[in-house]
């Protein structure tokens, strides 16, 4: 079981053509417990495979958003390629990117990611951020395609407490959105979604302030006054003809239909 | 609020950074870490505080390049923009 499941945590990392780094480390104890390890933080020590699983998640995140990085910045966003137009997918946590972003896959789209986009200020492209989906268990209920995966055990599908670890190459090969500039923003409010589940159109320019705080707030780079202008106008340069929307409704599946029939207009 | 008298000639900060974002305008403020949406009357208006132009040659110079808008129709609205633009803190 505990072989199974270290299996499937290892395919749960989505390719990427990054060299692979050791900085993270998940070893069994021989009491049977599971020891989580990452760069200059103490062990997690007797934890679960799933809470080992977890933290490591949340540390590889953690680091990726704080670290020096390049020159490339972060966005907590999620992101799709639809009809090979790019959308941003901006909102809150717990808004409903990660089931948006899923839905989007399993009707035959490309992904960014569900809650990280890089941004390369150079070219003002976004691109994919190899990492897990991570979907809770409620949200599966319309989406019988991945939760047979995860029921199943499929190779990149994990079940965590209260949630999924769902590689987006567990459900497409060729999981990654092709890096370019985004066609549309769509802005997902946790409150204020009355009406029938669709998208409507909303301002160009509150998007892109919206997406410019995500970047920032996030951020701790490109704190330097002049870089930091300098992203934030590369940024704004990247939504010159950007489209925005705002999502109606609750129901993801709705939503991602409309956002894909308005992609292919 | 700022007295439209008091503003003459208007000059914009140097330090913003003015961008087209789809069918609007973002100014963003990095000193003060603020962005400001602008529509396309305000994005020009922004674009004649060079320092160069009092504020009926900007009414007047919108009016030319927009033909059917009479510049003292619009005198009130690039007074109005100004106004805010100095309550932000976005010109000199």
Redesign the interface.
């Known amino acids: 079981m505990a072989a199974r499941a270290l299996q499937a945590m290892y395919h749960a990392a989505p390719t990427t053509t990054a060299p692979p780094t050791l900085r993270y480390g998940l070893h069994r104890s021989r009491a049977g417990s599971y020891v989580a390890a990452s760069p200059e933080r103490p062990l997690l020590m007797d934890a679960s495979l799933t809470e080992a699983w977890a933290y490591l998640e949340w540390r590889a995140t953690e680091d990726l958003l704080n670290g020096p990085g390049g020159v490339d910045v972060f966005l907590h966003a999620a992101g799709a390629e639809v009809a090979q137009r790019l959308v941003l997918i901006v909102g809150d946590s717990g808004a409903g990117k990660s089931t948006l972003v899923a839905h989007l896959m399993v009707r035959g789209h490309r992904m960014l990611g569900d809650d990280l986009v890089r941004f390369a200020p150079q070219n003002c492209r976004f691109s994919a951020v190899g990492r897990s989906m991570k979907l809770d268990v409620n949200t599966l209920k319309d989406m019988p395609l991945i939760a047979s995966q995860c029921a199943s055990a499929a190779v990149g599908t994990l079940l965590a407490a209260g949630c999924y670890y769902v590689s987006p190459a567990a459900i497409r090969r060729d999981w990654q959105a092709q890096p370019r500039k985004p066609w549309a923003v769509v802005l997902l409010d946790a409150g204020a979604r009355d009406g029938p589940a669709g998208i409507a159109r909303s ?7 919206y997406v ?2 995500k970047v ?1 707030s996030r951020e701790r780079g490109v704190e330097v ?1 002049a870089v ?2 300098e992203v ?2 590369r940024l ?2 990247s ?6 929307y705002r999502a109606t409704g609750h129901d993801p599946a709705t939503i991602a239909e409309a956002l894909e029939k308005e992609a292919l207009r | 609020m700022t007295s439209v008298n008091a503003i003459g000639r208007p000059v914009a900060r140097a330090d913003l950074v003015l961008r087209r974002v789809g069918s609007e305008w973002v100014l963003y403020d990095a000193a003060r870490e603020r962005a400001h949406v602008l529509n396309l009357t305000a994005a020009v208006i922004w674009t004649y505080c060079d320092g160069e132009h009092e504020r009926a040659s900007i009414a007047e110079a919108i009016a030319r390049e927009a033909p059917g808008i009479d510049a003292h129709n619009i005198r009130g609205d690039v007074d109005d923009v100004l106004r805010r633009f100095a309550d932000e803190g976005l010109l000199r």
Not at chain 1, 203 to 209: C, I, N, P, Q, T
């Open positions: 301002s160009d320019g509150e998007a892109g302030v410019t705080q920032l006054g930091r202008t934030v106008s704004l340069e939504l010159a003809e950007v489209a925005a």
